[in-house]
C-alpha cells in the first residue's frame, strides 16, 4: 500500500501549523519526530481524518482521501495523543464500545479483542476499571482499540509517552510484529524510542518535513559533529553557555561533556576527542537553536 501526502498545510487564523507537507510512504514503520508543537498531532489528526486539511490531499493508492470517504477510515487505525478513556468502563467494555462504533459485528469482535488483550497483555486486567490504570496500561489499551479493525494504516500519537522501559521494550516488539503489512507511523520526541523500531524517521519542524531518512543514515549526518570534552568541574559554567551539550558525566574529579557542533570546540584545559554520534544528538542537532546547522 502506497500513503501519499501531497502538500498538506493546515491554517489556525494566522498560525501555520503544517506547512506543505510531501511525503510517500510504504508498508514499515515512520517515526515522525519533532519538538513541542512542530506540527505533529495536527498532521496526524489529518491523517486520522478526524481534522481537514487546509490545503493538498491525501491519496491511499492513488486515490485521495476526499473521494475514499467511508472505505479511508475503514484503513484507519488511530491513537490519539490524548486518548478520552471512560474511567468506569473496564478495559474489556471500552474495546466492545470502540468496536461498536466501529461498526465492527459482535461475532467478530469478541475474537478480535480476546486475541488484542492477549497482544497487549491485558487480558488478566480486563475486568478492571480503567479509573485504576497505570499510564502504560492505559496506552496498551489504546493501541489495542487502534488494532481493532485491522487496519492497513496506524497512527500512533506519542504511544511511548508515560510507559517505563520495561513497557517501551513490549511497545518496541509489539510494533515490529505487527508492522509486516501496514504503514505505521508514530510520533514521539523521545528519540531512543523510534531509534530501534523506525525503518524512517521523519523530522519535522515548524510544520515542514525537512528530513527523511533511515536512522543510521540520519545519524551519519551529524557523524563529526559529536565530541566529548574532558575538564575540570569549574569549566562548567563557561561551556554550557558556549556549546550544546547532549550530555554530562563524572569521572573522578573531571566532568566529561558531550557536545554537538559543527565544528571541534575548542577550550583552554580540555581534551577534546571525537564520539560516535547517535539519535539523541541528532535530535539536539535538528532543534537547538545554539547548533548552527541547516535544519
Ligand atoms: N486548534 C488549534 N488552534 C490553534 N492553534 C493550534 C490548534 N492546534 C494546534 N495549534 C498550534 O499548532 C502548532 C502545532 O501543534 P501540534 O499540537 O500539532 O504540535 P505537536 O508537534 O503535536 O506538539 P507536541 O509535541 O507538544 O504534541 C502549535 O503551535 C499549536 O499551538
Ligand atoms: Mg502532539
Known amino acids: 500500500m502506497e500513503l501519499r501526502i501531497d502538500n498538506i498545510s493546515k491554517r489556525f487564523k494566522d498560525k501555520v501549523a503544517v506547512d506543505n507537507f510531501s511525503v510517500t510512504l510504504n508498508n514499515g514503520v515512520y517515526g515522525l519526530l519533532g519538538k513541542n508543537g512542530a506540527g505533529k498531532t495536527t498532521l496526524m489528526r489529518i491523517l486520522a481524518d478526524v481534522s481537514t486539511q487546509s490545503e493538498g490531499e491525501i491519496y491511499v493508492d492513488n486515490k485521495s482521501k476526499s473521494s475514499l470517504g467511508a472505505n479511508y477510515r475503514e484503513l484507519l487505525g488511530y491513537l490519539p495523543q490524548d ?3 471512560y474511567k468506569n468502563f473496564t478495559a474489556e467494555k471500552f474495546l466492545y464500545y470502540v468496536a461498536a462504533l466501529k461498526g465492527l459485528d459482535k461475532n467478530k469482535a469478541k475474537d478480535k479483542i480476546n486475541e488484542l488483550l492477549k497482544f ?3 487480558e488478566s486486567d480486563k475486568k478492571r476499571k480503567i479509573g485504576g490504570f497505570s499510564g502504560g496500561m492505559k496506552q496498551r489499551l489504546g493501541i489495542a482499540q487502534a488494532l481493532l479493525n485491522d487496519p492497513k494504516i496506524l497512527i500512533l500519537d506519542e504511544p511511548t509517552a508515560g510507559l517505563d522501559p520495561n513497557e517501551r521494550v513490549r511497545f518496541k516488539n509489539l510494533i515490529s510484529d505487527i508492522s509486516k503489512d501496514k504503514i505505521i507511523i508514530l510520533s514521539t520526541h523521545i528519540v531512543s524510542d523510534i531509534e530501534f523500531i523506525a525503518n524512517e524517521i521523519l523530522v519535522m519542524k515548524d510544520g515542514m518535513l ?3 531518512l533511515t536512522p543510521s543514515k540520519i545519524i551519519n549526518k551529524v557523524r563529526g559533529k559529536v565530541y566529548s570534552i574532558k575538564v575540570q568541574e569549574d569549566l562548567l559554567y563557561e561551556i554550557k553557555s558556549k556549546f550544546n551539550i ?9 566532568v566529561v561533556v558531550r ?3 559543527e565544528d571541534k570546540p575548542y577550550l583552554d584545559g580540555g581534551i577534546c576527542t571525537e564520539e560516535e554520534p547517535n539519535l539523541e544528538d541528532v535530535f539536539l542537532y535538528y532543534f537547538n537553536e545554539k547548533v548552527t546547522n541547516k535544519g
Open 83 to 85: 486518548v478520552g478513556f
Open 120 to 122: 497487549v497483555n491485558l
Open 210 to 212: 525537512i528530513e527523511k
Open 246 to 254: 547532549s550530555n554530562i558525566s563524572r569521572e573522578k574529579d573531571k
Open 259 to 261: 557536545i554537538v557542533d
